[in-house]
């Protein structure tokens, strides 16, 4: 019989070194270039670490000297400032939506360098699909020529377990238990981190966009899928597997679309792209699948495309709404095509989520909202373990 297990060794030291890596990092990010004696001012480390952190850093390729020194007031030993070397090291971006995969390569600043659409036309066998965005990945690296990956994040809907790498069901695409960390790894031969798509966002948000400095946030992400997640301070909460922020079958009051689970009026169903897309094709405003089709229609003056897009907006923020009342976020940030592109449907959105609550922004990502979703997952695991994950080792 198993003996009862020993209380696991504690550790401080290597976590605090882990934190304070970080946080000197991300001081860089936000506040480059910077001086180092700033960053110490910054985040209360002392100068002799902040300077050892910064030539661990500079020598991992991840940092540089900024080339112009700034003389210190009264002092003649100059404070060269430093900044994110972002000329050597990319990161992969993968995200996967119902019917199309976007790659991309992302900067140290989740910045999009370059990204691409692979549109599925019908096939979302899971190996197959992973096999061409590792392909397509590949090709990205070729246009960009000395770009070095430090690895690969993925970003999807539906139930994602962090932890394994592996989407654990995702309807839509027809998934189940699907590995893509060992799938794409093996393509890539490189570290692959795997992630809900709401949850990559509000990272995204938290380390590059709008979100940045919020003590709390919610991110709703509306497409096909409709997810939802939050972060207090820099931890976004995941909970068993991964579950949290499943809101897909939460009732809508007056809703009238029937869902693949049984029932009528479920949130993901009454605002995915595809209903407001067969809503419109029935309308006549519109023929194809594309939802963006919808949005031209609107912009052209179509009245239906513009009911359409506001309804769903509105709709999107009476959800919003239900969630506030629940999470009390400091900030909320919508990924939602019409809040995105239109004023009238951002307006419509915060009407519903009714006043005297928290500011909601549209993404901060704009079209290069999908792209930077993956990338965000792998730039959020460098940002909280530098070190770890430095380039020989990530
Ligand atoms: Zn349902």
Not at 43 to 62: I, K, M, N, Q
Request: charged share 25%; hydrophobic share 40%; glycine share 10%.
């Amino acid at each position: 019989m198993p003996r009862t297990a020993a209380p696991p060794p504690a550790s401080p030291p290597r976590d605090r070194r882990r934190t304070s890596a970080s946080v000197v990092l991300r001081s860089v990010l936000e506040h480059g270039p910077v001086a180092r004696s700033t960053i110490a001012r910054l985040t209360g480390l002392s100068p002799a670490s902040v300077t050892d952190y910064c030539a661990r850093f500079t020598e991992l390729g991840l940092i540089r000297e900024t080339r112009a020194p700034q003389k210190a007031k009264g002092v003649g030993r100059p404070h060269v400032p430093v900044d994110l070397d972002d000329s050597r090291f990319v990161v992969g971006g993968v995200h996967v939506a119902v019917p199309y995969t976007t790659v991309a390569l992302l900067d140290l600043r989740g910045r999009v360098v370059v990204r691409r659409e692979l549109k599925h036309a019908g096939r979302t066998e899971p190996r197959a699909l992973l096999a061409r965005a590792a392909a397509g990945l590949a090709a990205l690296l070729d246009e960009v020529p000395g770009s070095r990956p430090l690895g690969v994040g993925v970003a999807v809907g539906g139930w994602v377990d962090r932890d394994t790498g592996t989407v654990v069901e995702h309807p839509l695409l027809g998934w189940r238990e699907v590995p893509v960390r060992e799938l794409l790894g093996a393509h890539t031969g490189l570290p692959v981190h795997v992630d809900g798509h709401a949850r990559a966002l509000v990272n995204g948000e938290r380390l590059f966009g709008r979100a940045r400095g919020s003590r709390s946030v919610l991110h709703l992400f509306v497409g096909n899928v409709v997810d939802a997640a939050f972060a207090t301070g820099d931890e976004v909460h995941h909970g068993p597997r991964s579950q949290a922020g499943t809101i897909a079958h939460l009732p809508v009051p007056g809703g009238t679309e029937p869902c693949g689970c049984g029932r009528t009026g479920c949130l993901q169903v009454e605002l995915s792209e595809r209903t407001l897309v067969r809503r419109a094709r029935a309308a006549g405003v519109v023929d194809g699948a594309n939802p963006m089709d919808v949005l031209a229609a609107a912009r052209r003056g179509d009245p239906v495309a513009v009911r359409l897009l506001v309804e769903r907006a509105r709709l999107t923020g009476r959800a919003a709404a239900l969630l506030l009342d629940v999470l009390n976020p400091e900030s909320v940030v919508v990924t939602e095509v019409g809040a995105l592109y239109r004023e009238d449907c951002l307006a419509a959105l915060r009407e519903a989520v009714g006043p005297q609550r928290a500011p909601v922004v549209p993404t901060s990502f704009g079209d290069g909202v999908l792209a930077v979703a993956g990338g965000s997952v792998v730039l959020d695991v460098l940002y909280r373990d530098p070190l770890s994950a430095s380039p020989e080792r990530i």
